[in-house]
């Protein structure tokens, strides 16, 4: 009985220390994460971008093994060695019906045969 009564002692004073929650504390300043309403870049629908033929230029998150692999899923054979232009898109000679074409990789991964503006 004195264990029951201990602990309901100590629930009590456990709660009576939390205090009064509901009130208002008034506006708590912080330092502005954005200013702007509109997000900064635009969102990738990862679904779309296998389909596009369209490369664009950016920073890319793939290694030349991850670029590799999505020119393959493409049914692309005998890739040849992988470069990375300076715009980020990677470019290789690859084979697809029985044609050899020259095949490159975007930072969407998007696949696209004959990349225009690339050497």
Excluded: H
Aim: hydrophobic share 35%.
């Amino acid at each position: 009985m004195t264990r029951v009564m201990f602990a309901l002692a100590a629930g009590a004073a456990l709660l009576a220390s939390c205090g009064d929650q509901g009130r208002d504390e008034g506006r708590v300043e912080g330092p502005v994460v954005s200013s702007s309403e509109q997000p900064r870049n635009p969102a990738v629908d990862a679904n779309d971008a296998m389909t596009s033929e369209a490369l664009t230029p950016g920073a890319n998150s793939f290694t030349e093994g991850q670029a590799r692999e999505a020119i393959q899923k493409q049914g692309y054979t005998d890739i040849g060695p992988l470069s990375q232009d300076a715009q980020g898109i990677w470019s290789a000679s690859a084979t697809k019906d029985g044609r050899q074409t020259k095949v490159s990789v975007d930072y969407k991964g998007v696949v696209s045969p004959a990349a225009s503006g690339n050497p």
